[in-house]
């Protein structure tokens, strides 16, 4: 296919390396796409469909699969799914699952940078037995500062009605996202039974800015020296922010971890649905062994037509990214590297696992990720006319060894599940991170501890929402990043 002159900006702009996401990030549920229909939309869907079709056919990966003569008279979100390689065949793990678009480029650029309306909640959805059709919630998280962590929720709480009713496989959906103010009624565990109780907390959500870097700490167990970071997304700063304050806060913290001789690191990616490419490469370089500016964090494979352009125009060097070389590194101190995982650990933190396997060994800990080695680019409109704005995929990554093999997923080096019953973050009781020190000072010093608590049916969760997994809230329409 020729490129159009008209159409090369956009396919120029596949190479703002900053615009670069590998990621599930924050999607409306507002906005899921319904089935496609027939019908004629108003003018200004059409106009949004012919520009829609116009970026995707220059810079979409899969391009050469994009249907011949797609109906650009069906509304604006059905057309744009249409065009996606595969979207509905879940049988085919190579599909794509990841790409979508919002009604309000300027609400999708601000959630990319952790900004969204929020009570700051990530929470985990159950089955209260199997079988049943209640649902309760176990919350992972709170956003420190945010409207959830002033009313006191924290890590491990249980939620089973919301506003007064109960939480059903029928209601759950509309009730954890529809109201502004949730008073949230909570239970508790005795004897691994949830046994509700008569606390409410009252939440109102409001537009909240996520600090991804959420805790750190340096373990000095058995004659070594771990450092642990949680790290929730990759943001290099605040939304409309020039800053890069939690990339400058990464590296700061790396800092410590040389000067206090760490030599055994775990990476928390549990809660890491992806983000910016430009802050995974900051973080490997801090962790990877004998890595500097000449060393191959990953490379890029886009479509067929943008890899021609490159070629023509002598830019085939744009297609690999190298590591940094940075004083804060401290893979000199380590043999290994520990990264804990869920289903929700997507994108650019798999990007970290794949970058940083050729390297040194990188040992997992949790649940299988969720196996995403494509990434995306922010498309709107300059002009201002047309106010919605995509992220379709436009390459798919390989390490320095040419591999891209997990598409479905990296499989744990030592399965763990999260019981229902939480210890904070950062505590070395904690399940994960217990699992990771017994394997740093072995098991006279440490153990594995069995999964504790009721293991009950997961049907979700926020943090796998915002990773592009299964649309919990419609299963017509699996949503993706």
Do not use: H
């Amino acid at each position: 296919m020729k490129i159009s002159v008209n159409v090369r900006q956009s396919v120029w702009m596949v190479m703002a390396g900053l615009g670069f996401w590998m990621t599930a990030c924050t999607k409306d549920p507002s906005v899921t796409p319904q089935s496609p229909v027939s019908g004629t939309p108003a003018k200004a869907d059409q106009s949004v469909n012919n520009w829609i079709l116009e970026n995707m056919r220059a810079v979409y990966y899969w391009n050469d699969k994009m249907p011949a003569n797609p109906d650009t008279m069906l509304a604006v979100a059905p057309f744009f799914y249409s065009l996606l390689y595969d979207y509905n065949n879940r049988a085919n793990p190579e599909r794509d699952r990841f790409s979508w678009i919002q009604e309000s480029a300027a609400d999708l650029k601000a959630s990319l940078s952790g900004e969204q309306k929020t009570t700051g909640l990530e929470v985990k959805y159950f089955l209260r037995s199997a079988g049943s059709t209640e649902v309760v919630i176990k919350v992972l998280y709170v956003l420190p500062g945010s409207p959830a962590y002033k009313a006191g929720l924290k890590r491990g709480d249980i939620i089973t009605t919301i506003n007064g009713q109960k939480l059903t496989t029928g209601n759950y959906a509309s009730l954890t996202n529809n109201p502004t103010t949730f008073n949230y009624g909570l239970a508790k565990l005795e004897s691994d039974k949830i046994v509700d109780t008569e606390v409410v907390k009252t939440v109102t959500a409001e537009v909240f800015q996520q600090n991804p870097v959420f805790l750190d700490s340096i373990y000095a167990i058995g004659g070594k020296t771990i450092g642990y970071l949680v790290y929730n997304q990759f943001i290099p700063g605040p939304n409309g922010s020039t800053t890069p304050t939690y990339d400058q806060k990464l590296e700061q913290i790396f800092s410590k971890f040389k000067a206090r001789g760490v030599n055994e690191l775990v990476l928390d990616l549990r809660y890491n649905p992806g983000g910016y490419v430009s802050s995974s490469v900051k973080l490997a370089s801090m962790i990877a062994k004998g890595v500097d500016n000449t060393k191959t964090f990953y490379r890029t494979e886009y479509n067929k037509d943008v890899m021609a352009e490159l070629q023509s125009q002598n830019q085939t060097a744009q297609l690999t990214t190298r590591f940094q070389t940075k004083a804060q590194n401290i893979g000199g101190n380590l043999s290994r590297v520990f990264v804990l995982t869920t289903g929700g650990t997507a994108s650019a933190s798999e990007l970290i696992i794949n970058g940083l396997r050729p390297f040194m060994p990188v040992i997992t800990i949790g649940e299988t990720t969720y196996g995403k080695n494509v990434g995306s680019i922010t498309i709107s409109d300059k002009t201002g006319k047309i106010k919605w704005g995509m992220q379709p995929i436009v390459f798919k990554s390989f390490n320095a060894q040419n591999q891209s093999d997990y598409s479905t997923g990296f499989t744990p080096t030592i399965i763990k599940n999260e019981p229902l019953a939480l210890k904070p973050l950062g505590d070395l009781e904690e399940e994960y991170l217990n699992a990771a020190v017994a394997q740093i000072v072995g098991n006279g010093t440490a153990r594995i501890s069995a999964d504790q608590g009721p293991q009950l049916p997961a049907i979700g969760s926020s943090v796998e929402r915002r990773a592009g997994g299964s649309n919990m809230f419609d299963d017509r329409n699996p949503l993706n990043w």
